[in-house]
């Protein structure tokens, strides 16, 4: 059976085993949310054993113990994560409720529908000097990864049980989201790329998906896709907030802008 550790995605272990959904969403209420299929494929394959747990408040030896009966081999001695205490920021103390723009994206989850497009563009408005407060029912781990590499200070607040509230304050320093390194990959090697995995290209086209389609889409495939193949994306915009989850699961990427609305992309494993 497969090997897990607390690095392992919640989205790959439900897939690996018909029972296992069952198991996780027993450790915690929360995780109820599990069973509607379009919040689990966007919670699920971003999160990760260890980012489930500080969402629940439960240690990973508690998810270990509901999957190792199913099969799950433990790969190695995994220390508890405790749940410490957070120091409180200084901007906490010091912003105005003027300066902290609300969004609130819980009937959003509940309907089905992906709260994480209209997050980044709230993102995108954030001024330095102002902080965004989402309030949800569970830490947003998967975004507060992101937005700590782009320099954004975080606070998470714990107001109840099922009421969180993530500051995510943006200083002087703070990069904007489309400011991704992609110059030391665009077009690098394209041309000895496309030799190499001639012949071994998987292809698919994203233009006319709405966004999060092209993501979901995109990390789909990269699921099932052999380690010897390369694949080969027709997209209209250089996917920005792609990359950081692809450079998270190891994958490398080239990039080429053909002209304005066309983009290539070539995604693989070395």
Known sequence: MEKIDVNSKIGKIIKAHPDALEAIIS????????????????????????????????????????LKPLGFEIDGETAPIEIEQQDIPAFVLQITKEQVIDFDVRELLTSGQD???L???KVQS????????????FEPIPLVKMLEKKGFIIYIDKVADDLIETYFYKPN?????TEDPVEA??????????TRFKDKLVKIDVRELEMPQPMHTILGEL?????DK?????????PVFLLPELAEQGFEYRIQEISDGEVHLLIYKD
Not at 126 to 131: N, P, R, Y
Not at 185 to 194: K, Q, R
Not at 230 to 238: M, P
């Open 173 to 177: 320093d703070a990069k904007d989201l």
């Open 115 to 117: 709260p994480l497009k």
């Open 223 to 227: 699921e099932n896709l052999p380690k």
């Open 185 to 194: 990959t665009e077009g690098s090697g394209w041309g000895a790329l496309i």
């Open 119 to 121: 997050i980044l563009e």
């Open 126 to 137: 954030v001024k330095a000097g102002q902080a965004l407060k989402i309030i949800n029912t």
């Open 230 to 238: 390369a694949l080969f994306v027709y997209h209209k915009r250089i």
């Open 27 to 66: 450790i915690d209420p929360k995780l109820e949310k599990l069973r509607n299929p379009v919040l689990r494929k966007i919670l699920a394959n971003r999160t990760s054993i260890a980012m489930a747990s500080k969402m629940v408040g439960h240690s990973v030896e508690a998810f270990f113990a509901k």
